[in-house]
């Protein structure tokens, strides 16, 4: 019995130390399994904010394009309104032009037909060409400057918005 007894310790012993062995064995998975979840978990949470992170930038930069893309619009119009504007004004200008030349070639025919001698004739012919050439040059300027007016103007807000771009999308890469 005495035979009996030791075997039945050692099998005692043996099975606590299996079960020790099976309950480490156990916990380790455990630990190893979770340790796992837990980067696993991580990962994904990295990853999704990675995710958000370039979508929220990807909204961002197409906003800032379209909002971009509709300031340049504006400009263009109001680019356009001012060349329109300034268009009217030379036309006016050169109508007015115009109608004075008429009236004054009008009024040198009406004088040309009342000479009595051919000094007279000269004198007259001259007056009016010192007259008209003065009078040439004179609209020609206004109209000149006018004409740089109009252009400065109507691509001022065109100027404005490709100093922008430089300012918003060339910048960032220069410095």
Same mark, same amino acid.
């Given at each position: 019995?005495? *035979? ?10 043996? +099975? ?25 978990? =991580?990962?994904?949470? *990295? ?49 007015? %032009? ?26 007259? =012919?001259?007056?009016?060409? *010192? ?23 109507? %691509? ?13 999308? +060339? ?5």
């Amino acid at each position: 019995m005495a *035979k009996s007894t030791a075997n039945k310790a050692a099998m005692d012993a043996a +099975a606590s130390t299996m079960e020790s062995v099976a309950a480490a064995s156990k916990e380790t998975v455990e630990t190893f399994v979770k340790a796992g979840n837990d980067a696993a978990t =991580q990962g994904y949470e *990295k990853a999704f904010a990675f995710g958000k992170e370039h979508a929220d930038s990807a909204t961002k930069g197409y906003e800032q394009v379209a909002a971009f893309g509709k300031e340049n619009v504006e400009a263009a119009v109001a680019g356009a309104a001012a060349a329109t504007k300034g268009i009217e004004a030379l036309n006016a200008e050169l109508m007015d %032009f115009a109608k004075g030349a008429m009236a004054e070639q009008m009024a040198a025919f009406g004088k040309f037909m009342s000479v009595k001698t051919p000094q007279d004739m000269i004198e007259l =012919q001259n007056e009016f060409t *010192k007259t008209s050439f003065d009078a040439v040059v004179a609209r020609s300027t206004k109209i000149g400057e006018m004409t740089a007016k109009v252009a400065n103007e109507a %691509f001022a807000p065109v100027n404005d918005r490709a100093t922008a771009a430089m300012e918003t999308f +060339a910048k960032p890469f220069v410095s």
